[in-house]
């Protein structure tokens, strides 16, 4: 197989994947952008907006959107920060803590049924072949820039 052809094939997985992912969150009503938010209160617990936009990687306002539509859909609430007036908290709503709960269970059960039957060894040379892949296409974008 010559580059293009692996090129293609890996776009065909990244098309799949995301395909999926997105139909998946999509019954939920999440995109992409908004499970991340999620896992992110997940992982770092109730945040300011001002701390979600830096650890997402957007503005403020932006933030202030997502968090408003992940409200209408009742995965996260907003309360008053306990030493800042000005702050308020989102944090995540009982409801998405349990969704999240069935993600991460999805998630293994997904990664269980894409590489259980490859040996400790193949996981870990495609883990390697994968993170090398990554380096590459991160440098690449960055030469871009």
């Known amino acids: 197989m010559d580059s ?3 090129l293609d094939q890996l776009l065909k997985v990244t098309d799949t994947m995301s395909t999926d992912m997105q139909g998946y969150l999509h019954q ?4 992409t952008v908004r499970a991340h938010v999620l896992w992110v209160l997940h992982n770092s617990g109730a945040s300011r907006q001002r701390d979600l936009a830096v650890a997402l990687g957007c503005t403020p306002r932006h933030v202030t959107t997502l968090v408003d539509e992940l409200i209408a859909n009742g995965h996260v609430t907003r309360s008053p920060h306990p030493d800042d007036r000005r702050a308020v908290l989102v944090e995540l709503t009982p409801q998405a803590t349990a969704l999240l709960g069935e993600m991460a269970a999805a998630r293994v059960q997904l ?3 894409l590489f259980g039957h ?3 060894s193949q996981r870990s040379e495609l883990g390697d072949r994968l993170a090398d892949l990554q380096l590459r296409i991160s440098t690449l974008i960055e030469e871009q820039f």
């Open 111 to 113: 990664a269980s049924d």
């Open 28 to 31: 939920y009503g999440l995109s």
């Open 118 to 120: 490859l040996s400790v």
């Open 4 to 6: 293009a052809e692996l």
